[in-house]
Nanobody, 127 residues
């Protein structure tokens, strides 16, 4: 069982930066997928960044490539999402999630495949 608690959201101007944190309680294993989704008003929850807990090649949704970075600190059991060069269209509720895996497989883009979720943190980008 893993519990996730996000923080770090807020109001930021266009072009600004934020770092979201997601503290996990419980054990995350090497092949587990750690991910960040976001959900804008009236839209479906969408995968924007993912990697294995072990690390390696990260997945990024096209609209955030080159601007967002997913990382983790194993000692702190924390997952991060660095958001740079923010745009108004980045406004959404951001969720961290974990998809437990017994063996390596690429991240699944479907939210239904993720077993553990944080409560979400609002990011609002104003012009």
């Amino acid at each position: 069982q893993v519990q996730l608690v996000e923080s770090g959201g807020g109001l930021v101007q266009t072009g600004g930066s934020l770092r979201l944190s997601c503290v996990a309680s419980g054990t995350i294993y090497s092949n587990d997928i750690i991910a960040w989704f976001r959900q804008a008003a009236g839209e479906e929850r969408k995968l924007i960044a993912a990697n294995t807990w072990r690390g390696g090649h990260s997945y990024y949704e096209d609209s955030v490539k080159g601007r967002f970075t997913i990382s983790r600190d194993a000692a702190k059991n924390t997952i991060y999402l660095q958001l740079n060069s923010l745009k108004r269209e980045d406004t959404a509720v951001y969720y961290c999630a974990v998809d437990p895996r017994l063996r390596y497989a690429p991240p699944d883009v479907r939210a239904a495949e993720y077993d553990y979720w944080g409560q979400g943190t609002q990011v609002t980008v104003s012009s």
